[in-house]
């Protein structure tokens, strides 16, 4: 499943990214960023940064119960997401991508145009 448009990162390439990343010492909090850094790409949009969270505890979750990576890594770096700062509301992710492509001065559907948006 592709995870990011943008940088065609699949959640095959997030898991492979995880596995060297929490096999590390003292590995760092598996983050969309430290993910993606660690695939030699960056968010461009960032509108995938909730289903790149999402697909992160998923795959650890899968890691640990097939015991690719210690499990204890893996709840510890779940507890540090979770005590991390709590995902958006969609809404937002959608407003702020907006806002970051407009600042970039890029157009087109990706933009926002024609999307309605929640305002509450």
Known sequence: ???????????????QALVAILRETDAPLPT???????LAKKMVCCSCSPLAVRTIYEIIDRLAARGVVCPYA?????????????????????????????????????????????QD
């Open 1 to 15: 499943m592709i995870v990011c448009s943008c940088q065609v990162i699949s959640d095959k390439d997030i898991e």
């Open 32 to 38: 969309p960023g430290v993910v993606y850094r660690h």
């Open 74 to 118: 893996c709840e510890t770096a779940r507890g540090r997401l979770a005590k991390s700062a709590g995902m958006p509301r969609p809404e937002r992710s959608i407003e702020h991508a907006r806002v970051l492509r407009e600042a970039r001065g890029l157009t087109g559907p990706a933009g926002g145009e024609g999307i309605a948006l929640r």
